[in-house]
């Protein structure tokens, strides 16, 4: 079991940066997948990016690319996603997933992920 905490979200303007946190407990000893989701008010969760164990295969769905980075720290057991150039459309309510896996692959599919947290509010403002 691994249990997922976000942090970091918050209000900011257009243009501006936020950094979220997502802080892995529990079974953290095996490798795991991670990703970010979001989900606007009304609206399906969408995917956002995603990170292989390793760190080395990341992929960021087009809305964000060049705007958004995934990263990782395994020796804090923490995901992170650095926002910058916010847009009003990127308000969201954002969940990071786990999913065991200590191989290359960065998943992206919402039914991969074993493991939510949930969730920081993130809200742009113009």
């Known amino acids: 079991q691994v249990q997922l905490v976000e942090s970091g979200g918050g209000l900011a303007q257009a243009g501006g940066s936020l950094r979220l946190s997502c802080a892995a407990s529990?079974?953290?000893?095996?490798?795991?997948?991670a990703s970010w989701f979001r989900q606007a008010p009304g609206k399906e969760r969408e995917f956002v990016a995603a990170?292989?164990?390793?760190?080395?295969?990341?992929y960021h769905t087009g809305s964000v690319k060049g705007r958004f980075t995934i990263s990782r720290d395994n020796a804090k057991n923490t995901v992170y996603l650095q926002m910058s150039r916010l847009k009003q459309e990127d308000t969201a309510v954002y969940c990071c997933?786990?999913?065991?896996?200590?191989?290359?692959?960065?998943?992206?599919?919402?039914?991969?992920?074993?493991?939510w947290g949930q969730g920081t509010q993130v809200t742009v403002s113009s």
């Open positions: 529990g079974s953290t000893s095996s490798k795991y997948a």
């Open positions: 997933a786990a999913k065991y896996s200590s191989g290359t692959y960065a998943f992206t599919r919402e039914s991969e992920y074993d493991y």
């Open positions: 990170i292989s164990w390793s760190g080395g295969n990341t």
